[in-house]
């Protein structure tokens, strides 16, 4: 099969434009793929496909995708690079099509942006089936023509890892276990020299004096294991290190303060800040990105027995900072802060946390934006230029001292780990309670729990789960590789 772009034209009644790989084929089968396209009604919209039979005999089916507008680039109001979106968009339609059509193999039109394109059709094939007898059938996506094969090849590895955290995070929760998870990441690093994985178990836990995140733990009788990754991409191993942390929780029924069995299914998928700062990692690796990352997932279960956190106990965190836990649901924060106290160890360039964290993230956001709260303005631009680059965008939210009252007007502890007006600004709360942990100057807390999964709202990927913002966690490390490289 073959998917080839076609743009919009400027006016509305001029004939559509090919991209130049579509010029190339219409001459091959002397015009007629552009006869057909005029004679088959109007010209072909955004995101839309006609598909064509018996054109050429190395490609019996052609499928066609408009690309929107030609020049299209960066949107300020949408704070994206909509000539990349469209073309995501359409290559994974017209690959879905050829897959439906139990073609086995696909060349794709890099349509002016091969990296954009190959993210299209490895993010929009992707689906996890592990679990069912009847599999959609396996196609390899592969650039038409070879002009651009490097960026067609980075664009393969930066779905690929949005693809792993998909998978990690769709996975059930008996299937992904934290010891599973760890094992599956350093499966993924093994072949990597310059990579070193240490799976921490609960008595190293202990001694790290890390009570807040084994408070969590002990509510389950699935072991607690802290997952810590050192990949080494850096001139010199004492390169201060790009260090990230995501919150691993495996399953999360809300511990004591149960949460409503409607949907708890997909908490599942509460380890989407692990899932998709490990992936990161993965994808840095098979890059070879010049600078060193460190990676640390907290990783156990939230579960109501007779040994879990009750509302009103008061735990200990690796700081010393004593914490009330009024909610036993608001529990990735207690994870967070130890690790957090952890990555302090790594005299980092700049620590980023991810965590499926609050729904009140959901609520102001939605699916549109990853949530940032950050104490650098560096360290916010360059996220945000990363993100209009991938177009999984991010969007800065305010990390105010008011927020910080909220959380330390506390009866028992230093802090409550929710604020004292419960659900008000409850993502905000979240954040000023981990900057609590937090001494390093520049360092980002990323909100995932809106971005965590996709009913329609990205086209490019299938419903289920996300692996959101994983491309532009990528792209952010290689920005920063640039910078200590100029």
Request: hydrophobic share 40%; net charge neutral.
């Given at each position: 099969?073959?998917?080839?772009?076609?743009?919009?034209?400027?006016?509305?009644?001029?004939?559509?434009?090919?991209?130049?790989?579509?010029?190339?084929?219409?001459?091959?089968?002397?015009?007629?793929?552009?006869?057909?396209?005029?004679?088959?009604?109007?010209?072909?919209?955004?995101?839309?496909?006609?598909?064509?039979?018996?054109?050429?005999?190395?490609?019996?089916?052609?499928?066609?995708?408009?690309?929107?507008?030609?020049?299209?680039?960066?949107?300020?109001?949408?704070?994206?690079?909509?000539?990349?979106?469209?073309?995501?968009?359409?290559?994974?339609?017209?690959?879905?099509?050829?897959?439906?059509?139990?073609?086995?193999?696909?060349?794709?039109?890099?349509?002016?942006?091969?990296?954009?394109?190959?993210?299209?059709?490895?993010?929009?094939?992707?689906?996890?089936?592990?679990?069912?007898?009847?599999?959609?059938?396996?196609?390899?996506?592969?650039?038409?023509?070879?002009?651009?094969?490097?960026?067609?090849?980075?664009?393969?590895?930066y779905a690929e890892g949005q693809n792993l955290a998909r998978y990690l995070m769709e996975a059930p929760a008996n299937y992904i276990t934290p010891s599973k998870f760890a094992e599956?990441?350093?499966?993924?690093?093994?072949?990597?020299?310059?990579?070193?994985?240490?799976?921490?178990?609960?008595?190293?836990?202990?001694?790290?004096?890390?009570?807040?995140?084994?408070?969590?733990?002990?509510?389950?009788?699935?072991?607690?294991?802290?997952?810590?990754?050192?990949?080494?991409?850096?001139?010199?191993?004492?390169?201060?290190?790009?260090?990230?942390?995501?919150?691993?929780?495996?399953?999360?029924?809300?511990?004591?303060?149960?949460?409503?069995?409607?949907?708890?299914?997909?908490?599942?998928?509460?380890?989407?800040?692990?899932?998709?700062?490990?992936?990161?990692?993965?994808?840095?690796?098979?890059?070879?990105?010049?600078?060193?990352?460190?990676?640390?997932?907290?990783?156990?279960?939230?579960?109501?027995?007779?040994?879990?956190?009750?509302?009103?106990?008061?735990?200990?965190?690796?700081?010393?900072?004593?914490?009330?836990?009024?909610?036993?649901?608001?529990?990735?924060?207690?994870?967070?802060?130890?690790?957090?106290?952890?990555?302090?160890?790594?005299?980092?360039?700049?620590?980023?946390?991810?965590?499926?964290?609050?729904?009140?993230?959901?609520?102001?956001?939605?699916?549109?934006?990853?949530?940032?709260?950050?104490?650098?303005?560096?360290?916010?631009?360059?996220?945000?230029?990363?993100?209009?680059?991938?177009?999984?965008?991010?969007?800065?939210?305010?990390?105010?001292?008011?927020?910080?009252?909220?959380?330390?007007?506390?009866?028992?502890?230093?802090?409550?780990?929710?604020?004292?007006?419960?659900?008000?600004?409850?993502?905000?709360?979240?954040?000023?309670?981990?900057?609590?942990?937090?001494?390093?100057?520049?360092?980002?807390?990323?909100?995932?729990?809106?971005?965590?999964?996709?009913?329609?709202?990205?086209?490019?990927?299938?419903?289920?789960?996300?692996?959101?913002?994983?491309?532009?966690?990528?792209?952010?490390?290689?920005?920063?590789?640039?910078?200590?490289?100029?």
């Amino acid at each position: 099969g073959l998917v080839l772009g076609i743009y919009s034209s400027e006016k509305d009644e001029g004939a559509a434009q090919f991209t130049s790989a579509g010029d190339a084929f219409d001459r091959l089968v002397s015009g007629k793929l552009r006869e057909l396209l005029s004679v088959c009604g109007p010209p072909l919209k955004k995101g839309k496909t006609r598909i064509f039979h018996g054109l050429h005999q190395d490609f019996p089916s052609v499928v066609v995708v408009g690309l929107g507008k030609k020049n299209a680039g960066v949107n300020d109001q949408e704070n994206w690079n909509e000539g990349k979106e469209n073309i995501r968009a359409a290559v994974a339609v017209g690959c879905r099509q050829i897959q439906d059509l139990e073609i086995p193999c696909i060349e794709v039109d890099p349509c002016g942006d091969a990296q954009a394109a190959a993210e299209g059709a490895v993010l929009g094939l992707h689906e996890y089936n592990e679990l069912k007898q009847k599999k959609k059938p396996v196609v390899t996506p592969q650039l038409h023509g070879s002009a651009e094969s490097e960026a067609w090849q980075k664009g393969v590895l930066y779905a690929e890892g949005q693809n792993l955290a998909r998978y990690l995070m769709e996975a059930p929760a008996n299937y992904i276990t934290p010891s599973k998870f760890a094992e599956h990441i350093e499966q993924k690093l093994r072949s990597f020299s310059n990579v070193k994985v240490h799976i921490r178990p609960e008595s190293w836990i202990a001694t790290q004096q890390m009570g807040a995140f084994l408070s969590v733990a002990k509510g389950s009788a699935e072991p607690p294991i802290f997952l810590e990754i050192h990949y080494l991409g850096g001139a010199t191993t004492n390169d201060s290190p790009l260090v990230f942390v995501g919150k691993g929780v495996t399953f999360d029924s809300g511990g004591i303060s149960l949460k409503p069995s409607s949907g708890m299914d997909a908490m599942r998928a509460d380890m989407g800040g692990a899932a998709t700062v490990c992936s990161a990692i993965v994808t840095a690796a098979a890059l070879n990105l010049p600078l060193n990352i460190i990676g640390l997932a907290p990783l156990c279960e939230n579960m109501p027995s007779g040994k879990a956190n009750k509302p009103g106990d008061v735990v200990r965190a690796k700081n010393g900072k004593t914490i009330q836990v009024d909610n036993t649901d608001a529990e990735g924060r207690l994870l967070l802060a130890d690790a957090l106290c952890y990555a302090h160890n790594f005299n980092a360039r700049a620590i980023v946390n991810a965590a499926t964290l609050t729904g009140a993230m959901d609520v102001a956001l939605g699916s549109a934006a990853t949530g940032v709260f950050t104490n650098s303005s560096w360290l916010w631009t360059h996220l945000y230029e990363a993100s209009i680059l991938t177009g999984d965008r991010v969007w800065r939210m305010p990390l105010f001292e008011h927020y910080t009252k909220q959380v330390t007007d506390c009866p028992l502890a230093d802090l409550s780990n929710i604020g004292k007006y419960s659900r008000a600004g409850g993502a905000c709360t979240a954040a000023a309670f981990l900057k609590e942990f937090v001494t390093a100057s520049h360092w980002a807390h990323l909100d995932i729990a809106g971005v965590m999964s996709n009913k329609d709202e990205v086209p490019y990927l299938r419903k289920g789960m996300a692996g959101r913002p994983t491309r532009t966690l990528v792209e952010f490390a290689a920005r920063l590789s640039q910078d200590s490289h100029n």
